[in-house]
Structures are given as C-alpha cells and as structure tokens.
C-alpha cells in the first residue's frame, strides 16, 4: 500500500501511535510514482508530524500526477486510528486555497462517522457469559 504517496495513507500513518508507526515504516518500501512522491524515510518523519500537528494530509499529485488529494484521520473511541477519509480531484480543481474548506468538510464526516461507530458500538450486545443449564422438569 502506497501510505507515503496518498493524503489517505499519510493521515492514517500521522495517526498512529510512535512506536506503531516506526515499526510500519521500517517496512515500507517508499515507491516512486511521481516527481513529488516522498522516497525517503528521513524526508517523509516531518512531513507525518506536520500532518498531525495541523490534522490533516495532503497529497500534492504524490501518486498521480494532476490529482490531489486531501485527507483525515478516522479515530476509534480510544482513540486509535482506524481508518481515514480523503477527496480527491484534478489539481487545477483543487487549488490550495481551497485546503481549508475542504479539512473542514471532511473533519465533518469523520466525526460522523466517529459519532456513528460510537452509537453503534454502545447497541451491540454484550457477549454473553455461560448459560445456565437448562431445566429438567417435564
């Protein structure tokens, strides 16, 4: 999976925890797929705390050239990264300036979706513990 070179995979990596996301990375193998795809182990560690410091990834045409992408984490209620979710569009439909609009819709989603899987997982049934042994009477 190409986590260096999409707003998705970026954001999900930023969202790991330290030690979870020095063990990913020591097996990625940083393919190049455009002139601007990070290939470096060294130059991607910034680019991941800048991405988690201010929440959000971009991809600058990283995996293909004229898309860009931008992207958020999706958390668990304790707070690991379980997913992330990204817009994708043609770069002269996605100029910077649009960054902000754009992080903040998607930020919208997640929390939804956060809020949702929460809601979700506080109706799910507990599992059960032993059954009582079933009566003999007739």
Do not use: W
Not at 45 to 54: G, N
């Amino acid at each position: 999976r190409p986590y260096h070179a999409t707003s998705i995979g970026k954001a999900m990596v930023a969202g790991m925890n330290e030690k979870r996301m020095q063990k990913l990375l020591s097996r990625l193998e940083l393919t190049d797929f455009t002139a601007n795809t990070i290939t470096d182990a060294v130059a991607l560690l910034p680019e991941l705390k800048l991405v988690r410091a201010r929440g959000y990834a971009f991809d600058d045409e990283e995996i293909v050239k004229g898309v860009r992408c931008v992207g958020v984490p999706l958390f668990a209620i304790h707070g690991e990264v379980v997913g992330a979710v990204s817009l994708s569009a043609p770069a002269h439909r996605m100029p910077t300036e649009r960054i902000n609009e754009i992080v903040a819709a998607l930020s919208a989603i997640a929390r939804q979706v956060t809020a949702a899987r929460a809601a979700s997982a506080s109706h799910r049934p507990k599992t059960p513990g032993p059954r009582a042994p079933a009566s003999t009477k007739p």
